[in-house]
């Protein structure tokens, strides 16, 4: 398929995606579209007269034209949404831009997406959540981190990120031919070594207000979970997680100080069950039931403390040479009154000895270097 016909698409007032939708649906190919009569046209639900009239009129024909050199030019990726390249989570979502436009290296169908938001006021506290919780995700393989290269947390979170060589696209809302803020056109730059910029607007679009809400819907749209570190209970962040919600995705947020602004949003999220609560990675890994990565079980040695009690001991060393076991498995197997058992298991996890997972099901830390008494 000739480009030229879904970037006109894209640039003929009053289409969007659902209108879209019902255009493919309605014809073989676009190229059969744009040659359709104006009474053919306004047979396709979501076409008017007003849009039939333009179709027929071909005035968008020059952008058209500037656009597709725009791309030749600077080697920019064009992604219509029935392309191989286009964000598999982002084409299951109802609104998806109809085109994407896509510089860097990065693969945008990576196996674990995480989209990190937050507010463009960060506190120290917040700065220091996301660095160590970026730095714990570089245990994982096949990661890619999104943001929106905004002040704040979505510039550390691409930062981050760089700085543990975790690949990070940047969704702009703005076209190509700019970066918004200017002062984050080297970190821009170096996010196209190892991740890159991708933006559903033509090139000389400016960052309008209204485009940003655009922008997060992309966002919150190609990942798996989104994840609030610090946020007030109004802004960008908060719009995000209430769309990554609408399209039933997980959202994560960070709990906060009840005295911070910027916690407000985040423990307002966990309050109202719109978010899980996480303190860290390995939250995540629970939250998304992700396997921890395997390169981690095999370097982590846990040394078990002296003071365990022999019924602990027991019932550690019994997890940890099945690899992981089920509440009612321990139960068939030890015998023991659930109270006693529940209690032990809390003991166990309470020194980090083992964590559980969906389902009840327990599992040790690491590989055990055994304490004699």
């Not at 979170?157 to 080297?186: C, F, M, Q």
Request: net charge neutral.
């Amino acid at each position: 398929m000739k480009l030229i016909y879904p970037i006109a698409l894209t640039k003929i007032k009053g289409i969007g995606p659902r209108t879209a939708r019902n255009i493919m649906a309605h014809c073989d190919s676009l190229a059969d579209f744009f040659s359709f009569s104006k009474k053919e046209l306004m047979q396709i639900s979501g076409i008017r007269e007003s849009i039939a009239d333009a179709i027929r009129n071909k005035t968008y024909l020059d952008a058209c034209e500037k656009e597709l050199a725009f791309i030749d030019k600077h080697q920019i990726k064009a992604l219509w949404i029935e392309d191989q390249e286009y964000p598999d989570r982002l084409k299951q979502c109802d609104d998806a831009p109809l085109m994407l436009y896509y510089k860097g290296n990065a693969a945008l169908n990576t196996t674990k997406v995480i989209s990190i938001v937050g507010t463009r006021h960060s506190t120290h506290y917040g700065q220091k959540l996301c660095e160590d919780f970026i730095q714990d995700l570089n245990e994982n393989r096949d990661l890619l981190i999104v943001s929106g290269l905004a002040y704040g947390i979505d510039a550390l979170a691409h930062r981050n990120a760089l700085k543990n060589n975790i690949p990070t696209i940047a969704v702009l809302a703005h076209g190509l031919d700019r970066i918004y803020p200017a002062s984050h056109r080297e970190l821009a730059s170096k996010m196209l070594e190892n991740g890159g910029l991708l933006t559903e607007f033509t090139s000389e679009t400016i960052p309008e207000r209204v485009n940003f809400p655009m922008r997060n819907r992309i966002i919150a749209g190609m990942a798996d979970v989104t994840i609030v570190v610090e946020a007030a209970i109004k802004g960008g962040a908060l719009i995000t997680a209430e769309i990554a919600n609408s399209y039933h995705r997980d959202v994560c947020a960070f709990p906060g100080s009840i005295y911070e602004k910027s916690s407000e949003g985040t423990n307002y999220l966990i309050k109202t069950n719109r978010a899980h609560m996480i303190r860290k990675a390995e939250d995540l890994d629970y939250v998304m039931n992700w396997e921890i990565s395997k390169r981690s079980e095999a370097n982590k040695q846990l040394t078990l403390p002296l003071n365990l009690t022999k019924d602990q001991e027991h019932l550690f060393n019994l997890i940890h040479t099945t690899g992981q076991l089920a509440l009612d498995q321990m139960i068939d197997l030890l015998k023991w009154p659930q109270s006693k058992l529940a209690l032990i298991l809390l003991e166990l996890e309470m020194q980090s000895l083992i964590y559980s997972l969906p389902g009840k099901v327990y599992k040790s830390q690491g590989q055990s270097t055994m304490v004699t008494k």
